[in-house]
């Protein structure tokens, strides 16, 4: 199987009792733990304002916790300022929510940003510039099937292109960690069928450790059950007896708290009326008079 | 009351910590020498236009309202002494800032303020650079370079205004004696305080746009707050510290 070698099995990202505070409103993050190991997809849901960006920029290092403790790596990242921070995020990728591309740049030096400005690829002192780095980024950018847009601006693009300049900005450093922010948020199903279809791509060719934030249990669903076919260029359905399956676990976040951690049949058999909101098949249907229909094919 | 406070000491505290963290920034490497560049051509050349005609009209204006005045004591000799300290300590530099307070700390808010709503910061940072040092510190190095060049041209050019109105239209004095009367009464205390005041100015535009655009939430609304607060604060800081600056040296 592409890039599935037996890789040691490290402790990507360790959340212990993390809790977040902001004067005396109610938490923002209650008391949540889980561990993220590699080769893992992590697929975190919750309803608006449950905490999962809060999550996502912790493990970044973009907001301070209360109280509890935050791992990298192996490393306990707690306590570090700015400068350290800086090293710890250059082996993470990151989507946010509406792409956050520099609008000022081109599509091109959006995508070479990591590369040219993270201390790692400094070379004996001398920074990279933007023609050292263009097949790297020409390589990340003809992935997301965007390769013929090196010149334009993001403002040029729609929704969903962009989102696909995110993932190729996120993944052109090769990181260790990738965190999607609601990378199908607000675009149409079949748009959004073709980020996920680029994240299982992903996985399966760089075998990326990725916590993927959504409220679309479709994008769950897809990820959890196939897998990317280089030679048909598609994706097929895991066998139900895969062990591939069981790389995917799904979390759900609840006004900050953490309700559920699991894989998907638990999911679909919790019996919790939150939690089933966000399973294929709820256990007690939500609507019982409008039986959900999700769409079947994904290519 | 204590609650009352708290907002004003924490700004004020957002505003030290910021000012402290961008000019550490300047002798740390990585220097971002293009963003530098970039913002003192839209900063300094692009406001040259704007300056020059509100320097030259001051100019005019003053040597108008001077004319009368000074004709009931029969001192019209002395517009020149009079236009060149009025324009180098106080006129030149107020106005100048005041204008590139409404024309810049208003567009870096909105700018930054933008890039602040739409994640962009986040991922500036994210991505391995910090943005005080990308975004703030050109900017501030920029304000602080082209401020005060920018408040010399205004006040040559308002000089030159008054003397367009003094020696050929309304023939108060000659054109020798009013070059030398304005070259004569400037002495090292008004050209000192001249140049410390938009120094000062630059510092205040530049931050406070920065702070306001940097802190902005909740959306484009947001954006539009934080513009208007960019502007009017430092407009009453500008006329603070000129009222500070100007007692000092009054003293001198």
Request: charged letters at 20%; hydrophobic letters at 45%.
């Amino acid at each position: 199987m592409a890039g599935h070698e037996a890789k040691e099995r490290n402790c990507i990202l360790k959340f212990e009792e993390v809790s977040l505070q902001f004067d005396q409103e109610a938490p923002v993050l209650d008391k949540v733990s889980f561990e993220i190991w590699s080769g893992e997809t992590r697929i975190i849901l919750g309803a608006a304002g449950a905490g999962k960006t809060v999550m996502m920029k912790i493990a970044l290092g973009l907001l301070n916790t209360t109280s509890g403790r935050v791992s990298v790596m192996g490393q306990d990242v707690t306590n570090f300022n700015e400068r350290q921070w800086y090293a710890v995020r250059s082996h993470i990728g990151v989507l946010f929510q509406e792409g956050g591309l520099f609008d000022s740049l081109t599509i091109e030096e959006n995508v070479a940003y990591p590369l040219l400005n993270q201390a790692r690829f400094m070379n004996d002192g001398q920074k990279p510039t933007l023609d050292t780095v263009r097949p790297n980024v020409q390589e990340a950018l003809n992935f997301v099937e965007l390769g013929s847009t090196l010149s334009k601006f993001p403002s040029e693009l729609s929704g969903g292109m962009r989102r696909r300049v995110g993932i190729a900005r996120g993944s052109v450093a090769d990181p260790d960690l990738f965190l999607y922010d609601s990378p199908t948020a607000g675009l149409d199903p079949i748009t959004a069928n073709t980020i996920i279809t680029l994240l299982i791509k992903d996985r399966e060719v760089r075998n990326t450790t990725a916590a993927i934030i959504t409220h679309r249990f479709q994008d769950g669903h897809l990820l959890a059950n196939f897998r990317y076919n280089p030679e048909k260029d598609r994706l097929e359905r895991l066998p139900a007896d895969s062990p591939l399956r069981e790389r995917t676990k799904f979390m759900v976040m609840k006004e900050g708290r953490l309700v559920f951690e699991g894989a998907e049949a638990e999911l679909d058999a919790s019996l919790d009326p939150y939690i089933s909101k966000f399973s294929m098949h709820p256990a007690k249907p939500v609507h019982p008079e409008k039986p959900m229909h999700p769409e079947k094919n994904v290519s | 009351m204590l609650d009352w406070l708290k907002s004003p000491i924490l700004t004020f505290q957002e505003f030290v910590t910021l000012a402290g963290r961008a000019s550490l920034n300047v002798f740390r490497r990585p220097f971002y020498g293009q963003d530098l560049f970039l913002q003192m051509d839209t900063i300094g050349v692009g406001s040259l236009p704007i300056t020059v005609l509100i320097g030259f009209f001051s100019g005019v204006i003053m040597a108008l309202q001077m004319s009368r005045a000074l004709s009931q004591y029969g001192a019209t000799g002395q517009v020149g002494q009079i236009t060149a300290i009025t324009l180098v300590r106080e006129l030149g530099p107020v106005l100048t800032a005041l204008l590139i307070a409404g024309r810049n700390a208003s567009g870096i808010a909105s700018e930054l303020g933008s890039m602040k709503v739409t994640e962009q910061i986040d991922a500036m940072r994210a991505l391995g650079t910090d943005p005080v040092k990308k975004l703030v510190t050109p900017r501030l190095l920029a304000m602080c370079v082209t401020l005060p060049l920018l408040t010399i041209i205004a006040d040559f050019v308002g000089i030159v205004g008054a003397y367009i109105v003094a020696v050929p239209l309304l023939r108060l004095t000659t054109g020798s004696q009013y070059w030398n009367n304005a070259w004569r009464s400037l002495e090292y205390n008004d050209i000192a305080q001249g140049l410390l005041k938009p120094l000062l100015f630059a510092i205040i535009i530049a931050l406070v746009g920065c702070l306001y655009g940097m802190r902005t939430s909740g959306g484009t609304q947001g954006v539009g707050r934080a513009t208007t607060q960019a502007v009017v604060v430092a407009s009453v800081w500008i006329f603070i510290i000129t009222a500070l600056i100007t007692r000092i040296f009054v003293n001198l």
